[in-house]
């Protein structure tokens, strides 16, 4: 019933751009908190961005901050992640997640057992 959808990624080039996208159904992104994690074989799920319901603060981990970008059409109940000049570091399986908080928590809004719901994951490759 409640669901999250991601679709955007693919194979890119070093250097190149992606964006992401998050759909949401059976409930509105104007309670709940998104954020957006991706996991790398072998490795935890990392914290990537987060945007709260009110989209008064964003959130980025240090390794994304000046080339990631994220932000919400609530009228399309969907969330985006654009990703630029990407590097294979940032290869992995990324999700959407959602909890129902009005904002991220400075305390640990990378935290993944903080999120209830999640979508499936979509591939994203960053290879020459």
């Known amino acids: 019933q409640v669901q999250l959808v991601e679709s955007g990624g693919g194979l890119v080039q070093p250097g190149g751009s992606l964006r992401l996208s998050c759909a949401a159904s059976?409930?509105?992104?104007?309670?709940?908190?998104i954020g957006w994690f991706r996991q790398a074989p072998g490795k935890e799920r990392e914290g990537v961005s987060c945007?709260?319901?009110?989209?008064?603060?964003?959130y980025f981990a240090d390794s994304v901050k000046g080339r990631f970008t994220i932000s919400k059409d609530n009228a399309k109940n969907t969330v985006y992640l654009q990703m630029n000049r990407l590097k294979p570091e940032d290869t992995g399986v990324y999700y959407c997640?959602?909890?129902?908080?009005?904002?991220?928590?400075?305390?640990?809004?990378?935290?993944?057992?903080?999120?209830?719901?999640w979508g499936q994951g979509t591939q994203v490759t960053v290879s020459s």
């Open positions: 059976g409930f509105t992104l104007d309670y709940y908190v």
């Open positions: 945007v709260s319901s009110s989209d008064a603060y964003t």
């Open positions: 997640a959602a909890q129902r908080t009005y904002y991220c928590s400075a305390w640990g809004w990378w935290v993944p057992t903080d999120y209830s719901s």
